[in-house]
């Protein structure tokens, strides 16, 4: 079980080191590098408190306590999952009522361009 923590470990260092990389390199804005960065400290936390993830997978009712670090990172994984989807949908949304304000704008701007033209054709009759 040693060998699994420290490879868990390893993996959150990973995984914030690639964030922290992603951030600098703006591949990744800053709001959502903070739930990633959150489930890598999560990981490493509980893969370095042995006590406590005993602690956690006896009041999980899971006899093996790399099964419930598992457990657990996947129920991490899946919040920062569902917090990226929810910023998603919203960022749809907005997209859908921007695509529909640029189409009043360009209608309005069409609309004033050819009653200028029909002034303009008029004054010249």
Known sequence: MDRFL???????I?????????????HIRVEY???????AVILFVLSRAKGTLHWLSGFMGIDDPAVALMLLGACVFI????????????????NIALTQRVAIL????????EDQEKQAADGNA
């Not at 914030?16 to 390199?25: P, T």
């Not at 919040?79 to 907005?94: G, M, P, W």
Request: glycine share 2%.
């Open 6 to 12: 420290n490879v868990i470990s390893c993996l959150s």
């Open 79 to 94: 919040l920062v999952f569902y917090r990226l989807s929810v910023r998603i949908s919203d960022l749809k949304d907005a």
């Open 106 to 113: 360009e209608y309005q701007q069409q609309s004033t361009h």
């Open 33 to 39: 590098s903070v739930s990633w960065l959150g489930a």
């Open 14 to 26: 990973a995984l914030a080191v690639m964030v922290l990389v992603s951030v600098r390199r703006a």
